[in-house]
């Protein structure tokens, strides 16, 4: 089945437990610091119903054969991961790609892992049959995931078992006949708070002494002693939807998770104190490639608006016929292309496993992930540079409109050729929603970090890349000469 807008929003209402601004909050879907998310994450649940949408956003469900979201697919040919990517656009393009942690974005790290169970049953069988059987169920009843897998900054100088306290990262406190209890906290629950699940796990690194964080299991966001504790909310502190367009829509939160000895049940547990399997589960199935796959499906349409806003603004200034705009439109565009053609070639260059799953091709996915490290602040800092001082000389809010006195000089002196001045405003304080406003630094430090801290992103190319085809020539290049030739 795929729900509804209004399903998941009826879902949210269970008395979770969050915390913000030093207040528990009620009914997340009404909140105002996350009532709009929740509003946007609604409208893509209702894309998988409407007629237009629906044929790209689902796929028949290989249990029930009713439809359900193409985010929990596991590709089993090229045109598997066409139909997937066409379908996560059509989500991410609902939300110009400013939603990290959309509903689309765990689904795949847990289709990946019920793509290759058979590395989950050489640990353990039954913990297994648990990750097959909530797969299904996750997918059929299109349940929304978000995921805690960093342990929380602390002293990254020391191994998890060597904090200062054991129960500072979360793991296992307690092993009972019927689950475990888990104490700690994760970083860094984005979209948490309005999700279904939270997928506890770990993909830094763990060593000898640290099972007990080497786990992965699934949390009901109601459950007792989960405790979300949210940053503060840029939708909440927006003056108005027109002063702050992006932040007010987009805003999908972050949050601390606190796991104050929560019980999950063992039908909920996949891996348990093994630290072999809990690095292998990224690794050795196509979680990792499908997660991250969907990432850059989203960036790639989030870069096209970056794009959009860029060529507006210029054309609005008068701008856009000079040579070196054309030049800083062009290099921005090329950006753009890059992101959708490692998107693309991920299709061309699948590599098929002996399940028959088809992942996107390993060596673009990291490519893409350590190159827009670098082209993300690149393209803020040059639409900051075309958008000059005109994105600061705006008027405070849109109540400057509002006052007869103001709002004549603002019309008068606040305009250009074609765009009155309402028109311009809007454009400018949409540009700085996701170049320079609290809501804006905190997309750059996502497009920075959420695939992990830099060093270890481009490390991951490194691992990946196929050296040989390099090795190769260098030696071809060095082998045609020497000192007599
Ligand atoms: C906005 C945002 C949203 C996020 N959402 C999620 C989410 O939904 N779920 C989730 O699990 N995680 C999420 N993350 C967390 C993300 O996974 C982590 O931020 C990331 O893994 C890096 O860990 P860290 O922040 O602790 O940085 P650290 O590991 O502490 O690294 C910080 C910096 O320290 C330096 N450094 C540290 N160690 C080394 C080293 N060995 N060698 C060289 N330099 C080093 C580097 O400069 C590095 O960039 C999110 C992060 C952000 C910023």
């Not at 290989?62 to 989500?91: C, F, K, Q």
């Given at each position: ?33 996350f009532?709009r ?11 998988t ?13 290989p ?62 069988k ?40 054991p ?72 003056t ?14 972050d ?8 019980f ?93 799953v088809y ?15 670098e ?36 019309e ?19 540009a ?14 996502y ?37 007599d030739?």
């Amino acid at each position: 089945m795929t729900r509804t807008g209004s399903q998941y929003r009826q879902g949210l209402n269970d008395g979770r437990t969050i915390f913000i601004n030093g207040e528990r909050v009620g009914d997340v879907g009404s909140h105002r610091a996350f009532s709009r998310a929740v509003d946007s994450i609604a409208a893509l649940y209702d894309l998988t119903n409407e007629p237009a949408t629906r044929k790209h956003v689902t796929y028949p469900s290989p249990s029930t054969g009713e439809p359900v979201n193409v985010a929990y697919m596991i590709p089993r040919s090229r045109e598997d991961l066409r139909h997937r990517r066409e379908g996560l656009r059509v989500w991410s393009e609902s939300t110009f790609g400013l939603m990290g942690r959309s509903p689309d974005h765990v689904a795949g790290f847990l289709a990946g892992f019920a793509a290759a169970p058979e590395l989950f049953e050489e640990v353990n069988k039954e913990h297994a049959d648990n990750l097959l059987k909530f797969y299904e169920w996750a997918r059929d009843e299109d349940q929304y995931l978000t995921y805690v897998i960093v342990p929380p900054q602390i002293d990254r100088s020391k191994p998890a078992h060597k904090q200062q306290d054991p129960h500072l990262y979360a793991g296992v406190k307690e092993e009972r006949d019927d689950g475990i209890v888990v104490a700690g906290a994760q970083m860094l629950g984005t979209a948490a708070a309005i999700s279904d699940w939270i997928l506890l796990s770990c993909i830094v690194p763990l060593g000898e002494g640290d099972e007990r964080y080497a786990n992965t299991m699934v949390v009901p966001l109601d459950s007792p002693g989960l405790k979300i504790y949210a940053r503060r909310s840029y939708a909440d502190a927006a003056t108005s939807v027109f002063d702050y367009p992006l932040a007010s829509n987009y805003d999908e939160s972050d949050a601390l998770v606190v796991f104050d000895e929560v019980f999950v049940p063992w039908e909920n547990v996949f891996v348990y104190q093994s630290l072999e399997l809990v690095r292998d589960q990224w690794w050795k199935t196509p979680s990792h490639v499908l997660g991250n796959s969907q990432a850059q499906i989203r960036l790639w349409t989030k870069l096209d608006f970056l794009v959009g806003i860029a060529k507006a603004v210029a054309e609005m200034n008068g701008s856009l016929k000079a040579p070196p705009v054309q030049s800083m439109l062009g290099e921005l565009a090329s950006y753009a292309t890059q992101v959708r053609s490692l998107v693309l070639a991920q299709e061309a260059n699948a590599k098929v496993d002996e399940n028959g799953v088809y992942w996107p091709g390993v060596e673009e996915v990291h490519a893409c992930s350590a190159i827009q490290i670098e082209l993300y602040p690149r393209m803020v800092g040059m639409i900051r540079e075309l958008c000059g001082g005109g994105l600061i000389q705006l008027p405070s809010s849109r109540d400057d409109f509002l006052n007869p006195e103001a709002s004549a000089d603002i019309e008068r002196y606040i305009q250009s050729p074609g765009y009155p001045s309402r028109e311009r405003v809007k454009l400018l304080k949409l540009a700085w929603d996701i170049l320079g406003s609290e809501f804006a630094g905190r997309q750059l430090q996502y497009e920075l970090f959420y695939a992990g801290a830099p060093h270890l992103v481009k490390s991951r190319v490194f691992n990946n890349y196929d050296f040989a085809r390099s090795d190769a020539l260098l030696d071809e290049a060095l082998t045609r000469y020497d000192l007599d030739t």
